[in-house]
């Protein structure tokens, strides 16, 4: 028996969308049926409404389908169980309810309800227990579907970092710098003249998301609360002149002290989906020796853009340690971030 | 009456040579005598011997003299009174104290002499009075010149904005992140094809120096001798694709509890050089109060490229506040740098 | 007596019109009175309605002065005598018209009315007598004021070489490809996403701008009447990730043969506005003698951004000569054009 | 029966030779045997010789392989039939002969003996008669082995889109600009420096290679001699910050008049080597209709690597038409060339 779930992306023209459309196209039991975007797009063949950006071609066939409006409503969401949402906030905030009324499964990448009180905000590999709060969210809101959220892309990379390192060490303080992609800004965010032989060292809102969702993800859900994880983090983001790929300076202090060699091998060994046979899943985390290992360029693709990449991992005079992580923004910070969600989701839960 | 002092380049034809040359040319006091390079580019017009890549274009009569080989006993120096250093670190550690027995005064960006017991390491704006070493120096080494040396450019960006904090508030802990220009390392240090769409996260002995010359700089000399500062510093270093200019996310406990204006106040009125009427003096520290600033393209030149631009100065949850810095790192970080501690030496012992 | 002329900036906030305000700032005879925008930013201070991009702050007066809308009937063009446009071609072509009407003296950079029969299209070394066609566009129109465009970017840089090769020894064809740098697109035109570690092959309308213009700047103006060159002249655009500085490979068929030498002496020798002591008046041409010049991001301040640059003149397999011209696009090749073009026009009819 | 074909690669440890070790670790008859490059690098692992720039990690079992020395005599050559030459050009001179001399088939990317008179220059799909001067070559030098050589990397974009044009409507006169990228000029070739924000619009012999060598290429074989064609071209060279794919801006004057229709449909059509199954094979045009394309970032990888990618074909006002393309240059310009060389010599001789 081959399970075949229909599924649909929100937002599909923009360039998270893309990547959804990218990763979704031949997925072995996902079957993208719609494609879903603003009024203005709506009506045209997706290959037409979208200026695809990625090297690959776009796939005929999906090339070739109609895009419809955003509009929970539309008969195209009729036979659709699960839908991607790659919507700009204040418009995730609006629809992402109504799809979940309507019974649909909605995997979000938006920020619009990662922080509200019943909504699971996941990574799986670090805290697939939150899943749980579905049910309590269904309970408050009388919907038949529901929303599981993704972190933002750079919260992504320190958390599944982090993670092995609380389980054996416990984590005191965190502190991270990071360079980010412009791919994270959409395809429009960042103007060439702003960036070109430039660091914009401010991203809208970022440091705020990464210090609250972090202490959420790695926090605890007892009896339908979230308790909240209790180190301290502070974080400053910059915009630097790369395509894909966020790389982030972390400085961990942990309770208990850690050599180096141990923290790489808490990471190296730190695969908690290994068993589930999930399509989009690589190895969490993949660690490189060189001294000047990890780079965007050379290692955004490793596990087909779904693993973080480590190096460095050294002392540090204040923190126990630190390290350089890399993320593949656009796959692990966003669109493969959301199918890993609903993959694990499915396993575990259907 | 005129003061005119003759100088010399020693590696005149690299990327802070030229640095050196061009902010040595219509110099009011230093007379641009000899440039001195490597054997291969001895005895060649200036403007034949090097690549020259700064937009303006070479000084005419500077492009016509002849290089001279860095052979301290060669006659074109014997009128010299001070040779600036732009020496690789090797031959630094060689050839300048040979400068320096035949009664030259060096000042030297190199790195090989700077943690010595009697050489100063010396940002004027910062630890000026460190200068006085220079008579056990001369004492120790029999020496009727002496070495003077300025710290590595993104050690420079550091202090200068530390210093101030410092002085008001106490430093307990700083941790930085930083970003660093090509230029740093040469006009053949960073290949292409290594930056390009990338971000190296290592640069070779960066982290160490940052370290170690932070705390000598801001130590005391006490009785001839040194006593580091005492605060905690980590440093993470990164190389990005950008010409000119090292940004740096700079995170500072201080002893004292600090307001974000208290710090912004302290830097905007740091100015311990103002009254000395230096040539290439530029107001050390330059706030920037938009969101998004300093940027490198953007603030790399102020002040001539000597001040250094903070912006973003706010609170974190770690340590008492954090901000970013940006330094024309071979303008203020190198050639400017030494150029400065001459012109102060000079108003004040000579 | 010091001639003072009340100016204003149409469309002042773009990247166009922020090189009209730096190029106006200090101007010995033009008073910039007047910056107009939207109505989004009508209202605003200077400072706060634009994302100044330059390098160098903004003029601190400049940015406290408010901006009012491009409403030809605003009264603070009442005692403006001249407004420089950088307005949107379709704004232009309604807009223009209406400053003209009520008197005024419009210097457009904007394409809407640069091939209308009754317009000047003038690059001043090079056409400086199609002014006179000024008195048939009033005449026609009944307009006290006027219109003076000059052509698109990339089209000076080439007529600019083009002129003195032309005089000497005739052109009968021209072939172009130009690199062209994301500035002339505006500060949103290029998304970084779609030019970091690429190029694009096409600009909308640049290569028919570029062949018609071309044919109407080198042409003749004859009893009122414009008769175009006649010579043919094929051109391909690319945009590239440079910042500033427009590169054009140009291969000139001329009619008698030239050596390469002669071009370089017309070139060189080429200086019709030297006398006329024009306030943003550089040397039209500025021959670099190295085999790897011009280079956009070492030559594009030459002459204070008004000079084009041209090296590596030498023979051709089809063509008489090839070379390589590099222009400052929003200086010499927009807002500094415009300029010079009512200076110009000043001194001769005013 | 499964033909199994042991080859070395000389100069394995630069750009183009980690292209070759890439497009030879999995083939199906070459058998990669011997890594070789210079006495610094002989005697180490391979993975510590070389500092490998590509995204996917270099293959386990070949990181572990001993470099050898490119000694013609070294025993590591003994089983060797076929070697692949990265060798820079003064090295190729010398020991290509003495490989061919010893009976290898010498498949070579270098300069140095591409224009000799009795040594194939061939691009398999375009002059694979010229195979055949390869007998003479053994006769003249008393070889048993031989040399082929590809040609220049900018060339054979060039002559794979003129040879359907050629064929078809004869060419008159050919025009080309190009924007190369940085990998063109091997790992060190192009500081950071001179090329961020920049074009350098010289590459040393580039012009000169892709005039010469095309007339050979599209020229006849007649009785052992080669008749260049008789065509006019003129070529200016550039070098953009792209890590890789060479864009050129390509000019044509065909002998019969051609719609641009026409041209995209003789290209489209050309495929002569399909039938000949060749591991390293793909379709070598692939046309794009978008006014944009192609765009290094997004097509360089076409066909993996081996298509042409042709777009913009229009009319032109001095040429019959002209057109944009687009290769990987270390793939298809050099690596991907050797080997496409060598699997066809081996299905038509062997």
Redesign the interface.
Known sequence: MVMRIKVGVLGATG?VGQRFVQLLKDHPFFELEVLAASERSAGKKYSEACYW????SIPEDIGEKLVVPTDPDHKAFEDVDIVFSALPSDLAKELEPEFAKRGKLVFSNASAMRMEQDVPLVVPEVNPEHFEVLEIQRENRGWDGGIVTNPNCSTICAVITLKPIMDKFGVE?V?I?T?QA??GAG????????????????IKNEEEKM?SESLKILGDLKNGKFHYASF???V?C?R????DGH?E?I?VKTVEDAEPEEIVKVMDNFDPLKDYNLPTYAKPIVIRKE???????????NGRGMSITV??IRR????TV?Y?ALEHNTIRGAAGASILNAELYIKKYL
């Open positions: 360039s950006y990625l090297p690959e303080m502190n710098t360079m412009v791919s395809y429009w965010g960042v103007p060439s003249m702003a960036i070109l032989d430039n660091i914009i060292p401010y210090e301290k983090i502070g400053s910059n630097v002149p790369v395509i790389l300076s400085f001294i000047d290992r990890p780079q965007p360029r050379l290692d955004r693709d190096g460095r540090d005079n204040i923190f630190k350089t």
